[in-house]
């Protein structure tokens, strides 16, 4: 809210300090000064009142309070002495009626007669303007003047308007409206509460006047509103209006009952100054449940606990005192009713702290028990496994945890939809961490060099509906785009590695089976996928994506992606491992070369391999893959290192040929399988 | 005769002192040549007692070879220093090496990382929780009651939902049907954390979070938070003050000034807006801290009795301290980023920097 530096001066006889200082001791006593800049004479200061503080705070008399706290200068009352013209009484004018306490707990009002409406004088338009208001006429702008020096809202009805001489409070019905000042109808329902008369609504309680008891250049007579409104009912209504306004802003924050009556002398006083007229003597005020102050016991020793300095009772008193609250000599406290943010010793260590001063607080290193902090394995892994994708070159990204209208209703699962989607592009919770990565890789594979191979991963939370309710899961995903026949491979090492840098050994690739749930069964190109599995648990998938990424020469280029759950895969990490003996005895090779049928799976002749004289094999490493024209139609020849090696011995000649001969005898067991060539 | 050791010696000496290939000849030549001082020795050995032969044999022997590596290791120096001279076909060293590809880590993952390392040295420990979160750890249980105005301090975006739970696999709490949200903030771990945690206790929360608010240079939708919390019995603003100094100090590796000033925030009483002095221009004023010589970098406060209230701790027998402060802002300030929305870009030219 913007203040004017005069009329925060004009609260005091003694000088405040300089324009700019005061910001800074604004800033570093109260509430942060976003910006002090000249206007005219006057500086305005921009201050961020806090909504804590929105019952006393936005007004000038409440940071005039604030400034009086920490310069220690004496602030003058905000109270004026009306003068009544007792010819005349209000109640031979005006009856209110309050349909609802709760949802008024003060009404009060006031009636000033003969005024003459016009321009409001220099100092008040000039006021105004500073604190970014525009001046309409003398009485509107004096509600509005007063409002912005004490805080509470005010309006003034042409009583010449209200019909039947009477106002009641209620709430509205289904199907009324209004036409407001600021010149649009608005149509109401009982969420929100009107001022009406016997006829028509006069204006919606709290939050805007109507155009049907407006001031104008004819009124001569004015009746005079200072009430207080619930803040929720306040809220709701403005909320429900989408009509936000200087007064509803104050309601919603609470105001304080007790202040109404002031406010309103002071606009009296100032409405008879400015328009002329006389203020007809008695006042309405329904006020039945009196707010009172708030008693607390003051408690020195939690203060300076809390705050870790010694301040002492004096000045604790002192600041309390200055901020307008009452101590007695057993240290009671007396909170009054325009701090409703008061509430215990805590708040009395942020009132006593800031104003003595927080520059003043030393850094004091806590006294604690030595407890070591606890590992959290998932966030080593997390780094642990970062650091190993980036390794193998794959680059981090963030994406953004939402994926657009589009690529999301072209998904197969159940979305989790938001009640204000941001845009189109962020509409739903992101159900994995594919859908962005691969615009990712299209966005990146349009401005970079169309040899380069993308390689991109993350790890993220995903979102999607479950039968149980929404859940949310960490991924680990992957993606390769670009020029390379191998990349289902390239992939698949890459799990490989992974997986034996994170200590898991009991895991292999399965056959494609989709899961309905998940809905990704068509990101997936048929024959070119897998699963992942540990032990027999299904962790993720592996393979070619259904939709290719063009590059900066409009080439398409095939993307393969991994997509692994990181919470089922950290639960296997295990980075505890036992060093085996290196055996003392020498390894021996030999090779194997087998043309076998098209379709035959490497992981069937390893299998077999494996079977027989695993005891003494160390390791079966596939060296050669060849599909080509010189082999017979249909078939493919494999070939494979056979390291033999025992713990205990030297396995001689004799014992490994005569095991390469089982290993050949249960491989040419297979129909269509033919061993070519040993050594 | 001359002691063995002696003759090693002199020989070391000479050698040492030989300035180039010819002088180095010259030792060779008086101890291992021909006719040089060890070789006679080793002629000589017939002649000795049989029981002396061996030691004598075996010392000078070995001395023989020591000499001859020394005078191998000296010449090839000398060698190396007229080479120098002479000029030979030189390895175009301009050439570039072959690129090993190797991929980049995120800033703010890296930043994420130094600041969990340096608060796990402070002994806190670090702890996740859900990003879907419900409006009881995310509001009221922080103090923030629905349809109060503190509440416009985190514009929300909301789950739709037909009456259905979360399911988070890392929380056993069953949560009562709430309305469900994306956490605005990483203060709803500190109530879930002090659920199953008894005090004393010091954790440190990062997390991605997420706010419904226009973007620009500076506001993203979603973006990074790393929560602070310590409890203990006499935890204070003081504490709070020489914690938050240490972690600047250690985080920009130099001697930086901090300040509280007053802030708000409903889970934490007294509140404040932690300031660091401008790591660029140290409090003169520049473009980075807006001329104000300072930079806002956390909020922070001590816990308020609400939320122990809210954990089911008594705020009676617990003080402590919370902070929050954004990663992305970090990172920003670390690597000179002008626009937050760079790091959720994806673009590898500006991933690849780092």
């Given at each position: 809210?913007?203040?004017?530096?005069d009329?925060?001066?004009?609260?005091?006889?003694?000088?405040?300090p300089?324009?700019?200082k005061?910001?800074e001791?604004?800033?570093?006593?109260?509430?942060e000064?976003e910006?002090?800049k000249?206007a005219g004479?006057d500086?305005?200061?921009?201050i961020?009142?806090?909504?804590?503080?929105?019952?006393?705070?936005?007004s000038h008399?409440g940071i005039?309070?604030?400034?009086s706290?920490f310069t220690k200068?004496?602030i003058?009352s905000?109270?004026?002495k009306?003068?009544?013209?007792?010819?005349?009484?209000?109640k031979d004018f005006?009856?209110?009626?309050?349909?609802?306490?709760?949802d008024?707990p003060?009404?009060?009002?006031?009636?000033?007669?003969?005024v003459?409406i016009?321009?409001?004088?220099?100092r008040?338009?000039e006021?105004?303007r500073t604190c970014?208001?525009?001046?309409i006429?003398?009485v509107v702008?004096?509600?509005n003047?007063?409002?912005l020096?004490?805080g509470?809202?005010l309006?003034?009805?042409?009583?010449g308007k209200?019909?039947?001489?009477k106002?009641v409070?209620?709430?509205?019905?289904a199907?009324e409206s209004?036409?407001?000042?600021?010149?649009?109808?608005?149509?109401?329902?009982k969420?929100?509460?009107?001022i009406?008369?016997?006829?028509?609504?006069?204006?919606?309680?709290?939050?805007?006047?109507?155009?049907?008891?407006a001031?104008?250049?004819?009124?001569?007579?004015?009746f005079?509103?200072?009430?207080n409104f619930?803040?929720?009912?306040?809220r709701?209504?403005?909320q429900?209006?989408?009509l936000?306004?200087?007064?509803s802003?104050?309601?919603?924050?609470?105001?304080?009952?007790n202040?109404?009556?002031t406010?309103?002398?002071?606009?009296a006083?100032?409405?008879?100054?400015?328009a002329?007229?006389?203020?007809?003597e008695?006042?309405?005020d329904i006020?039945?449940k009196?707010?009172?102050p708030?008693k607390?016991?003051?408690?020195l020793?939690?203060?300076e606990?809390?705050l870790?300095?010694?301040?002492?009772?004096?000045?604790?008193i002192?600041?309390?005192?200055f901020?307008?609250l009452e101590t007695k000599?057993?240290l009671?406290v007396?909170?009054?009713t325009w701090?409703?943010?008061?509430a215990?010793?805590?708040?009395?260590a942020?009132?006593?702290?800031r104003?003595?001063?927080?520059?003043?607080l030393?850094?004091?290193?806590?006294?604690?028990?030595?407890i070591p902090a606890?590992?959290?394995?998932?966030i080593?892994?997390?780094?642990?496994i970062?650091?190993?994708?980036?390794?193998?070159?794959?680059s981090?990204t963030?994406?953004?945890?939402f994926?657009?209208k589009?690529?999301?209703?072209a998904m197969?699962?159940?979305?989790?939809e938001?009640?204000?989607?941001?845009?189109?592009?962020?509409?739903?919770?992101?159900?994995?961490?594919l859908?962005?990565l691969y615009?990712n890789?299209?966005?990146?594979?349009r401005?970079?060099?169309?040899?380069?191979?993308?390689?991109i991963?993350e790890?993220?939370?995903?979102?999607?509906k479950?039968?149980?309710?929404?859940?949310?899961?960490k991924?680990?995903s992957a993606?390769m785009?670009?020029e390379?026949?191998?990349?289902?491979?390239v992939?698949?090492g890459?799990v490989?590695?992974l997986?034996?840098?994170?200590?898991?050994s009991d895991?292999?690739?399965?056959?494609?089976?989709?899961t309905?749930?998940?809905?990704?069964?068509n990101?997936?190109?048929?024959?070119?996928?897998a699963?992942i599995?540990?032990?027999?648990?299904?962790?993720?998938?592996?393979?070619k994506?259904?939709?290719?990424?063009?590059?900066k020469?409009?080439?398409t280029?095939?993307?393969?992606?991994?997509n692994?759950?990181?919470?089922?895969l950290v639960?296997?990490?295990n980075d505890?491992?036992?060093?085996?003996?290196?055996?003392?005895f020498?390894?021996a090779?030999r090779?194997?070369?087998?043309l076998?049928p098209?379709?035959?799976?490497v992981?069937?002749?390893?299998?077999?391999?494996?079977?027989?004289?695993s005891?003494?094999?160390?390791?079966?490493?596939l060296?050669?893959l060849?599909?080509?024209p010189e082999?017979?139609e249909?078939?493919?020849?494999?070939?494979?290192?056979?390291?033999?090696q025992?713990?205990?011995?030297?396995?001689t000649?004799r014992?490994?040929?005569?095991m390469?001969?089982k290993i050949?005898?249960q491989?040419?067991?297979?129909?269509?399988?033919?061993?070519r060539?040993t050594? | 005769?001359e002691?063995?050791e002696?003759?090693?010696n002199?020989a070391?000496?000479e050698?040492?002192?030989?300035?180039?290939s010819?002088?180095?000849?010259?030792?060779?030549?008086k101890?291992?040549g021909?006719?040089?001082?060890?070789?006679?020795?080793?002629r000589?050995?017939?002649?000795?007692?049989?029981?002396?032969?061996?030691?004598v044999?075996?010392?000078?022997?070995?001395i023989?070879?020591?000499l001859e590596?020394?005078?191998?290791?000296?010449?090839?120096?000398i060698?190396a220093?007229?080479?120098k001279?002479?000029s030979?076909?030189?390895m175009?060293?301009?050439r570039?090496?072959h690129k090993?590809s190797i991929?980049?880590?995120?800033?703010?993952?890296?930043?994420k990382?130094?600041?969990?390392?340096?608060?796990?040295?402070?002994?806190f420990?670090v702890v996740?929780?859900p990003?879907?979160?419900?409006e009881?750890?995310?509001?009221d249980?922080?103090n923030i009651?629905?349809?109060?105005?503190?509440?416009?301090?985190?514009?929300t975006?909301?789950?739709?939902?037909?009456?259905?739970?979360?399911?988070?696999p890392?929380?056993?709490?069953?949560?009562k049907?709430?309305r469900?949200?994306?956490r605005t903030?990483?203060?709803?771990?500190?109530?879930?954390y002090m659920?199953?945690?008894?005090?004393?206790?010091?954790?440190i929360?990062?997390?991605?979070?997420?706010?419904?608010?226009?973007?620009?240079?500076?506001h993203?939708?979603?973006?990074?938070q790393?929560?602070?919390?310590?409890v203990d019995?006499?935890?204070?603003?003081?504490?709070?003050?020489?914690?938050?100094?240490k972690?600047?100090?250690m985080?920009?590796?130099?001697?930086?000034?901090i300040?509280l000033?007053?802030?708000?925030?409903?889970?934490?009483?007294?509140?404040?807006?932690?300031?660091?002095?401008?790591v660029?221009?140290?409090?003169?004023?520049?473009s980075?801290?807006?001329?104000?010589?300072?930079l806002?970098?956390?909020?922070a406060?001590?816990v308020?009795?609400q939320v122990?209230k809210s954990?089911?701790?008594?705020?009676?027998?617990?003080?402590?301290?919370?902070?929050g402060m954004?990663?992305?802002?970090?990172?920003?300030?670390k690597?000179k980023?002008?626009?937050?929305?760079l790091?959720?870009?994806?673009?590898?030219?500006f991933?690849e920097?780092?």
């Amino acid at each position: 809210m913007l203040f004017s530096y005069d009329w925060l001066q004009s609260f005091f006889k003694d000088k405040l300090p300089a324009p700019k200082k005061l910001a800074e001791l604004l800033t570093l006593r109260s509430f942060e000064v976003e910006e002090v800049k000249r206007a005219g004479k006057d500086w305005a200061l921009d201050i961020n009142v806090t909504p804590d503080r929105g019952t006393d705070c936005l007004s000038h008399f409440g940071i005039s309070r604030e400034c009086s706290a920490f310069t220690k200068l004496k602030i003058k009352s905000p109270k004026s002495k009306v003068k009544e013209n007792n010819k005349d009484n209000i109640k031979d004018f005006i009856q209110v009626e309050i349909k609802n306490n709760n949802d008024c707990p003060r009404y009060m009002g006031r009636i000033i007669s003969g005024v003459k409406i016009g321009v409001s004088p220099k100092r008040i338009r000039e006021r105004l303007r500073t604190c970014g208001l525009e001046p309409i006429n003398n009485v509107v702008d004096a509600a509005n003047y007063v409002m912005l020096e004490l805080g509470q809202p005010l309006h003034a009805f042409d009583l010449g308007k209200i019909s039947g001489k009477k106002i009641v409070v209620r709430r509205a019905k289904a199907g009324e409206s209004i036409d407001a000042l600021d010149d649009k109808k608005y149509k109401l329902d009982k969420k929100n509460l009107v001022i009406a008369d016997s006829k028509k609504i006069l204006a919606i309680a709290g939050i805007k006047g109507g155009k049907s008891a407006a001031i104008d250049e004819n009124t001569k007579d004015i009746f005079i509103e200072s009430a207080n409104f619930e803040p929720v009912m306040v809220r709701l209504s403005s909320q429900g209006l989408k009509l936000k306004t200087d007064a509803s802003v104050r309601f919603e924050h609470g105001a304080d009952p007790n202040f109404a009556e002031t406010a309103l002398d002071s606009l009296a006083v100032l409405i008879e100054e400015v328009a002329g007229g006389k203020i007809i003597e008695g006042k309405i005020d329904i006020y039945p449940k009196k707010l009172l102050p708030k008693k607390l016991k003051l408690d020195l020793e939690k203060i300076e606990s809390i705050l870790g300095i010694k301040i002492g009772q004096k000045e604790v008193i002192r600041i309390l005192n200055f901020l307008g609250l009452e101590t007695k000599a057993d240290l009671t406290v007396a909170v009054p009713t325009w701090r409703p943010d008061l509430a215990g010793n805590e708040d009395f260590a942020e009132e006593t702290g800031r104003i003595y001063g927080y520059e003043k607080l030393k850094s004091v290193y806590p006294r604690l028990a030595l407890i070591p902090a606890k590992k959290n394995d998932d966030i080593l892994w997390e780094e642990k496994i970062k650091d190993f994708l980036k390794e193998a070159g794959f680059s981090e990204t963030y994406g953004y945890s939402f994926i657009s209208k589009r690529a999301g209703d072209a998904m197969e699962g159940k979305l989790v939809e938001l009640e204000n989607p941001f845009s189109e592009q962020f509409y739903y919770l992101r159900p994995n961490l594919l859908l962005n990565l691969y615009e990712n890789a299209q966005y990146n594979s349009r401005n970079l060099n169309p040899e380069k191979m993308i390689k991109i991963f993350e790890i993220g939370n995903v979102f999607n509906k479950r039968k149980e309710g929404i859940m949310e899961k960490k991924m680990l995903s992957a993606i390769m785009a670009g020029e390379n026949e191998e990349s289902f491979y390239v992939l698949k090492g890459v799990v490989d590695s992974l997986f034996e840098k994170a200590g898991i050994s009991d895991y292999y690739f399965d056959d494609y089976q989709a899961t309905p749930e998940d809905g990704e069964s068509n990101l997936w190109e048929a024959g070119e996928r897998a699963e992942i599995k540990i032990g027999d648990r299904e962790v993720g998938f592996l393979g070619k994506l259904n939709f290719p990424v063009f590059n900066k020469d409009r080439q398409t280029r095939e993307v393969y992606a991994l997509n692994i759950d990181f919470d089922a895969l950290v639960r296997e990490c295990n980075d505890e491992s036992e060093y085996e003996p290196i055996s003392k005895f020498p390894a021996a090779v030999r090779d194997v070369a087998l043309l076998v049928p098209g379709e035959t799976r490497v992981g069937e002749v390893l299998d077999v391999i494996n079977a027989g004289e695993s005891r003494h094999i160390r390791d079966v490493d596939l060296f050669d893959l060849y599909e080509g024209p010189e082999l017979p139609e249909g078939k493919k020849n494999l070939a494979f290192h056979i390291i033999f090696q025992a713990k205990d011995r030297t396995l001689t000649g004799r014992e490994i040929d005569s095991m390469m001969a089982k290993i050949i005898q249960q491989l040419e067991d297979n129909s269509g399988w033919e061993v070519r060539k040993t050594n | 005769m001359e002691n063995l050791e002696n003759i090693k010696n002199r020989a070391e000496k000479e050698l040492v002192s030989a300035q180039n290939s010819e002088e180095i000849k010259k030792v060779f030549r008086k101890y291992l040549g021909k006719d040089g001082e060890i070789t006679r020795i080793l002629r000589s050995l017939k002649d000795i007692q049989e029981q002396k032969r061996k030691a004598v044999g075996k010392s000078a022997n070995q001395i023989k070879q020591e000499l001859e590596q020394k005078i191998e290791i000296k010449k090839k120096a000398i060698s190396a220093v007229i080479e120098k001279g002479k000029s030979k076909k030189q390895m175009d060293i301009s050439r570039p090496g072959h690129k090993i590809s190797i991929g980049h880590i995120h800033p703010i993952t890296k930043v994420k990382k130094e600041v969990e390392d340096i608060f796990e040295r402070l002994g806190f420990s670090v702890v996740e929780g859900p990003e879907v979160e419900t409006e009881w750890y995310n509001f009221d249980a922080l103090n923030i009651p629905a349809n109060h105005p503190a509440r416009d301090m985190w514009d929300t975006f909301w789950l739709r939902q037909n009456e259905s739970k979360v399911q988070n696999p890392k929380s056993k709490i069953n949560t009562k049907s709430q309305r469900l949200l994306l956490r605005t903030h990483t203060s709803p771990v500190q109530v879930r954390y002090m659920e199953k945690h008894n005090p004393p206790l010091r954790i440190i929360v990062p997390g991605r979070t997420f706010r419904y608010e226009a973007t620009d240079a500076s506001h993203e939708i979603n973006f990074y938070q790393a929560e602070g919390l310590m409890v203990d019995k006499e935890i204070s603003a003081a504490n709070l003050k020489a914690i938050m100094e240490k972690f600047f100090e250690m985080f920009f590796k130099q001697n930086v000034g901090i300040r509280l000033r007053p802030s708000f925030f409903p889970f934490t009483e007294p509140s404040f807006e932690v300031d660091v002095q401008c790591v660029v221009c140290k409090g003169k004023g520049c473009s980075v801290c807006s001329k104000r010589g300072w930079l806002e970098m956390a909020g922070a406060g001590m816990v308020h009795p609400q939320v122990f209230k809210s954990a089911g701790l008594n705020p009676r027998e617990w003080q402590g301290f919370a902070f929050g402060m954004g990663l992305d802002r970090l990172a920003m300030m670390k690597y000179k980023i002008d626009d937050i929305r760079l790091l959720y870009k994806g673009d590898l030219r500006f991933l690849e920097q780092f």
